[in-house]
């Protein structure tokens, strides 16, 4: 059995481990890699690709994916409740086995699944996430100032029920979308992505609820996006874009749920102001609306997902009654 502490505690533990053993053996990477074209293009994929180099990335992230998906459907059919058990156990170690061996893929043929697919598939993932987190939390900390958006009692049931799917996805094929590089931006990626493959290993267990948590995993892709942001423009690029855009919905989403006082939350939104105009002093007030662009994109994209999921949802039921109603009588 799991304790809660100890499994949330050993996952970062071993997530900073794991982030280690990137860095370290990166150090061994020596590739030709094609010219860089521009932003819109993922510099780290061979020239000179073959079969077997795209097959080790598409092999690997197929049987992860299929026993991520397994494991998730086991738990929601054989389990059915909140409690620490060997499910969880193997879900951690089938991970753990993927991500060494994707390590090894590395090392040995390199290539990722970018040589075959956009780098805003691997983006909008991570993005797809974060925007389904905050249409499933949209009752217990709302959408804008703790006020939730009229979001139907069967659209948010659904994406609890199925989240983990889309999850699990976003994770594993945005681990498989790189290779295991060394930059920094790649490290503070895959341990942010080892982070939610840990949260996604313990389903049906109260570390997977825990609000702190999950802030944090929210959180952190401010300090991803940022960091990217500066690697790739340097410091006059767009990094304040990312970083104030995602602590924006902190701001305007996130603490609502911390069980803050309203003076707690004050101080947030007033220390997250001033840094704004501190920053932007100096970079020109005319770029201020920079930091809602993020903000105004995940609360859009929220409105999208829940239309989809509805309208899924009103002909999987228009379906099932015309079939019924065809349906021979005996």
Known sequence: MLSNRW????????????????????????????PDRGAPW??????????RTRASAWLGYAAHQVVSWALIYYAQT??????????????????????????VQT????????????????????VLLLV?????????????????????AEVVAFARRYHGYLFSWAAVYTFWYHPMEATSGHLVGFFYTFLLMV?????????????????????????HGTLVAV???????????????????????????????RSVRGLFAAAYAEAVLVVYAGRGLGRVDEVM????????????VALLIWAGLRIVRVLRTAGRANAPSR
Not at 7 to 34: I, N
Request: hydrophobic share 50%; charged share 10%.
């Open 7 to 34: 499994a949330l505690l050993g996952g970062v533990l071993a997530s900073a481990l794991l982030t280690g053993t990137v860095w370290w053996l990166g150090q061994f990477l020596s590739v030709e890699l094609g």
């Open 199 to 223: 949260q996604g290993s313990l389903f049906l267990t109260r570390a997977h609820t825990n609000r702190w948590w999950t802030l944090t995993l929210e959180l952190l892709v401010a300090v």
């Open 78 to 103: 054989r389990v059915r409740r909140y409690i620490d058990g060997p499910v969880n156990v193997v879900a951690l170690a089938a991970n753990a086995a993927f991500v060494a061996l994707h390590v």
């Open 107 to 126: 090392q040995v043929f390199y290539d990722g699944l970018a040589q075959d697919v956009s780098i805003f598939s691997s983006q909008g993932s991570v």
């Open 231 to 261: 690697t790739n423009s340097g410091p006059d690029g767009l990094w304040p874009m990312f970083l104030f855009g995602f602590l924006g919905v902190f701001v305007l989403t996130q603490m609502h749920g911390l069980g803050l006082s």
């Open 132 to 152: 389904v987190v905050l249409l499933m939390e949209n009752r217990r900390r709302g959408l804008v100032l703790g006020r939730p958006a009229p979001l139907g």
């Open 42 to 51: 993922y510099y780290w994929q061979l020239s000179e690709p073959t079969f």
């Open 293 to 304: 662009r993020i903000p105004l994109i995940e609360y859009l994209l929220v409105a999208v």
